[in-house]
């Protein structure tokens, strides 16, 4: 019960916070927006740097460099050279960095910081998957710990599975389940707000697609 109410009173403090800056709130939504109906190959550079310019005008707000990041980081799926996909995850490594400054032990920022390391191993695996296997792990692990509902790390956890080779213990079949369990988790999310992250649903759909 008293976990449930500092919950709620969190979530009051935010909603005031957000009724203080209400210019704030509606650029957020504005560029947010512009996220949720953007195709996965759009190149989300523009919308990357509406956001850091926010977070400079906002210098106590989390979220701009939070989604900044994320825009960088989509970016990167779509880029095929190896050194420019590092530059483009170096950058969300820092924006991420700067939110987790301001808001610590956020388990979206850990999902985010999970997600990028996970991308940094992508690029080059044989080489990286010590250093950039540690980070991705715990910091998903820490995030399902502050948060074990976030259906955004349920996914990770997911997709790593299914990319795991079943001769190590991954495979769709594995992955599965944990897909399964990331989609009901999914319909029961409810964002704190209409600026906090709720990305990761259709992408859940997608993997159970092509099991």
Not at 57 to 84: D, G, H, Q, R, V
Not at 101 to 107: G, R, S, T, V
Not at 180 to 191: M, R
């Amino acid at each position: 019960m008293k976990t449930i109410l500092l919950f709620i009173s969190f979530v009051g403090l935010q909603s005031i916070a957000f009724a203080q800056n209400p210019h704030y709130l509606k650029t957020m939504e504005e560029v947010v927006t512009k996220i949720q109906t953007a195709a996965f190959t759009d190149d989300l550079t523009p919308t990357a740097n509406q956001f850091e310019r926010i977070a400079t005008a906002e210098p106590k707000e989390w979220l701009p460099n939070y989604w900044a990041a994320y825009c960088y980081l989509m970016k990167s799926y779509n880029e095929p050279i190896a050194e420019k996909k590092d530059v483009l995850l170096e950058k969300a490594e820092k924006l991420i960095g700067i939110a987790e400054k301001m808001e610590a032990n956020n388990d979206e920022i850990e999902v985010m910081k999970a997600n990028i390391a996970s991308v940094r191993l992508s690029v080059d695996p044989q080489n990286r998957w010590q250093e950039y296997g540690a980070i991705s792990g715990a910091a998903l692990a820490k995030a399902k710990k502050i948060n074990p509902e976030n259906p955004r790390a349920k996914l990770l956890e997911a997709q790593g599975v299914f990319y795991t080779p079943e001769s190590y213990g991954g495979g769709k079949n594995k992955a599965e389940p944990i897909l399964k369990e990331a989609l009901e988790k999914f319909t029961k999310f409810k964002p704190i707000s209409t600026i906090h992250p709720n990305w990761g649903e259709s992408v859940v759909k997608y993997f159970i697609s092509q099991l």
